[in-house]
C-alpha cells in the first residue's frame, strides 16, 4: 500500500491461523472506538466497534477487546484468510466527533 | 446505493499550483470529514463540516488550506501553492448522524496527491 508506507509494525500469520493485532489510545474520555481495515490503494474500511462501557464485541470471525484500565484495544481475526491481508488502524472518536486514528498495524498471510 | 465518492482519484501538480479536491458524501449523510495520510503515517483529522458550516478545523494548517460543504454540490479541500510536502492522500469520509455513539463514518477511496 502506497499509502502507508514501509515503516509500520507487521504481523505475519499463516492462513487458518488466529491474528491478534493490538492499539493503544491516548484520551481516557474517549468513549467509542472503532477498527478499520485499509487495503492498498484504498479508503479505511469500517470492521467493528465497541462502546467504552462494553469490555468485548464480537463479529464476523473478528472480536474486539477494549481495556480501559490500560487504555488498550485489541483485535482478534479468527481462521485468518489472504483477504485479510491489509493495514489494520484503532481509531477513537473524540467529544467532537473526529477520529484519532493509532499508527496502524501490516496484517500479512501466508498460504 | 452510491458509496463515498471523491475525485479526481489521483492529481499531480507543480510546486506553486492550486490544488483541489472533491468530495460527494453518501446519500443522506449531512457531516464530513477530512483525513491527510502522508507516507508512513496513520490518517490524520483536518476538518470537520456540516453544510455551510465548519464545525471543527484545528487539524487544517493556517495558511494555504481550505475546504467547504455548500448547500449544494460536492465538499471541497483547496489547497494552494502547493509544496512537496502536500503530497499525500487525503480521504473524504461522510457520516450520516453527529455525536460519539452514533458516528460511523464512512470514507471514500481518497485523492492521491503528487506535487513535482
Known amino acids: 500500500g502506497e499509502s502507508v508506507g514501509l515503516h509500520l509494525p507487521t504481523l505475519s500469520v499463516q492462513e487458518g491461523d488466529n491474528s491478534i493485532i493490538n492499539c493503544a489510545y491516548s484520551n481516557s474520555a474517549s468513549d467509542y472506538f472503532i477498527w478499520y481495515k485499509q487495503e492498498s490503494g484504498k479508503g479505511p474500511q469500517f470492521i467493528i466497534d465497541i462502546r467504552s462501557n462494553m469490555d468485548k464485541r464480537q463479529g464476523q470471525r473478528v472480536t474486539v477487546l477494549l481495556n480501559k484500565t490500560v487504555k488498550h484495544l485489541s483485535l482478534q481475526i479468527a481462521a485468518t484468510q489472504p483477504g485479510d491481508s491489509a493495514v489494520y488502524f484503532c481509531?477513537?472518536?473524540?467529544?467532537?466527533?473526529?477520529?484519532?486514528f493509532g499508527t496502524g498495524t501490516r496484517l500479512q498471510v501466508f498460504p | 446505493n452510491a458509496g463515498v465518492m471523491q475525485n479526481p482519484r489521483h492529481l499531480v501538480r507543480r510546486r506553486g499550483q492550486e490544488a483541489r479536491l472533491r468530495c460527494s458524501p453518501m446519500k443522506g449523510h449531512s457531516h464530513v470529514y477530512w483525513y491527510r495520510q502522508l507516507p508512513e503515517e496513520g490518517l490524520k483529522f483536518m476538518v470537520y463540516l456540516q453544510k455551510e458550516n465548519i464545525i471543527d478545523e484545528s487539524g487544517m494548517p493556517k495558511e494555504r488550506f481550505s475546504a467547504e460543504f455548500p448547500k449544494e454540490g460536492p465538499s471541497i479541500l483547496r489547497i494552494q501553492q502547493v509544496v512537496r510536502g502536500d503530497s499525500a492522500a487525503y480521504f473524504c469520509a461522510s457520516s450520516r448522524y453527529q455525536g460519539a455513539s452514533r458516528n460511523e463514518q464512512f470514507f471514500g477511496p481518497g485523492t492521491r496527491l503528487t506535487v513535482l
Open positions: 481509531a477513537e472518536i473524540t467529544n467532537t466527533d473526529k477520529l484519532i
